[in-house]
């Protein structure tokens, strides 16, 4: 059993910051990649930025230059710091965990951005 925890979202004003974080627990086998796609309202899921177990970075071309995606791979954390935060990225932001063997989203956090 594997769980996805995010942790972090919340509402801001436009030009603001917010922090996302993710955690895998349970019985996981070797991580291959993590990463967080969301899901604006009325729209598809899209991938927002992925990292692999070796640090390859996948980054979708709105948020280059303003959001950063790590990864803790000891803990099986992986965070997603998002800096001048604009309308158009809110959404719900669900994190994603492929192994060898499952790939796992969490519930998602919703993040607001609006003056």
């Known amino acids: 059993q594997v769980h996805i925890v995010e942790s972090g979202g919340g509402s801001v004003q436009p030009g603001g910051s917010l922090t996302l974080s993710c955690a895998a627990s349970g019985t996981i086998r070797r991580v291959l990649l993590m990463g967080w796609y969301r899901q604006p309202p009325g729209k598809r899921r899209e991938l927002v930025a992925t990292i692999t177990s070796g640090g390859s970075l996948t980054i979708r071309d709105s948020v280059k230059g303003r959001f950063t995606i790590s990864r803790d791979n000891a803990n099986n954390m992986v965070y997603l710091q998002m800096n001048s935060l604009k309308p158009e990225d809110t959404a719900l932001y669900y994190c994603?965990?492929?192994?060898?063997?499952?790939?796992?989203w969490g519930q998602g956090t919703q993040v607001t951005v609006s003056s």
């Open positions: 994603n965990v492929v192994s060898e063997t499952m790939n796992a």
